[in-house]
Structure formats: structure tokens, C-alpha cells
């Protein structure tokens, strides 16, 4: 059991590598990144979310949504806004350019996924999701 876990192991890596570098390659002409989507997106269905809402929701350390942000900020599609009640906080917005590029991305991620899962039965995908879920519970004990 334990080459088949290895072999899975390295079929996950494989598979990790894989979707980074397509992801970039799709996303490169548009001045965003692998990771910047789903940030978008989050950005744009909870528009003045707080940045520290943020770095829990994408799973990430502070410095690298603040890292992400700023490379979204230079590029003039967020902003940034202190929180009027709790000047610790900081907000962020889309700006109008912001709510098109988070459109565009919103429908990368759908295509992406599609073709993703272009092969797969439901039950597979219902599979895939239960063992996933599985390894996540084994690391977070």
C-alpha cells in the first residue's frame, strides 16, 4: 500500500503542477494570476469584505492576500478603504474595471472547471469531493 500511496502522491503533485500552468497560461494576457480569480470573486460577491476576511476565506498567510492585493490595487482593479467604525480594519472594493476583470475571471473559472471535469459522472465527482474532504479532515487532526 504504501508505493500506491506514493504513486498517488506524485499523481496529485503532477496534477497540481498541471492546473498551475494552465491556469497561468490562460491568465497571463490579463494581468492576473493563478490564485487572484477566486480573490476577485470573493471581492465581488462581498464587496467591502475585510482584508482579514479575506486571508481566512482564501486559506492564505496576511502577507499574501496583502501581497495580491497590492498587484490588484497597482493595476487599478481594488481599492482599499479603512472601516469608518473600526479604523483597525481595512475594506476592500472593486473598482469599475475591478467588477469586469472579476466578471472575466468568474467565467475562467467556470470554463477551467468544466473542462476539468469534462470526464466525470456525477458520482465520480460526488467521489472525488467525500475523499478530498477526507484528506482534509486527516490533516487538520
Same mark, same amino acid.
Given at each position: 500500500m504504501d508505493n500506491e500511496i506514493r504513486q498517488l502522491? $506524485?499523481?496529485f503533485h503532477e496534477f497540481m503542477k498541471s492546473f498551475h500552468q494552465k491556469s497561468y497560461h490562460k491568465l497571463k494576457? !490579463?494581468? +492576473?494570476?493563478p490564485g487572484q480569480p477566486k480573490l476577485l470573486s470573493l471581492i465581488n460577491d462581498n464587496e467591502g469584505i475585510p482584508? !482579514?476576511?479575506l486571508t481566512k476565506k482564501m486559506?492564505? !498567510?496576511?502577507? #499574501? +492576500?496583502?501581497?495580491m492585493?497590492? !498587484?490588484l490595487e497597482a493595476n487599478g482593479y481594488v481599492y482599499r478603504k479603512v472601516d469608518e467604525s473600526d479604523k483597525r480594519m481595512m475594506r476592500v472594493y472593486l473598482t469599475p $474595471?475591478?467588477?469586469?476583470?472579476?466578471?472575466?475571471a468568474r467565467i475562467f473559472i467556470d470554463e477551467f472547471t468544466r473542462e476539468l471535469f469534462s470526464d466525470f459522472s456525477e458520482? $465520480?465527482?460526488? #467521489?472525488?469531493?467525500?475523499? +478530498?474532504n477526507k484528506m482534509v479532515n486527516n490533516l487538520k487532526k
Open positions: 502522491v $506524485e499523481s494576457d !490579463k494581468q +492576473i494570476y482584508q !482579514k476576511e486559506c492564505v !498567510k496576511p502577507a #499574501t +492576500i496583502t501581497g492585493l497590492a !498587484k $474595471e475591478g467588477h469586469n476583470l472579476a466578471d472575466e458520482d $465520480e465527482v460526488l #467521489t472525488m469531493r467525500h475523499l +478530498i
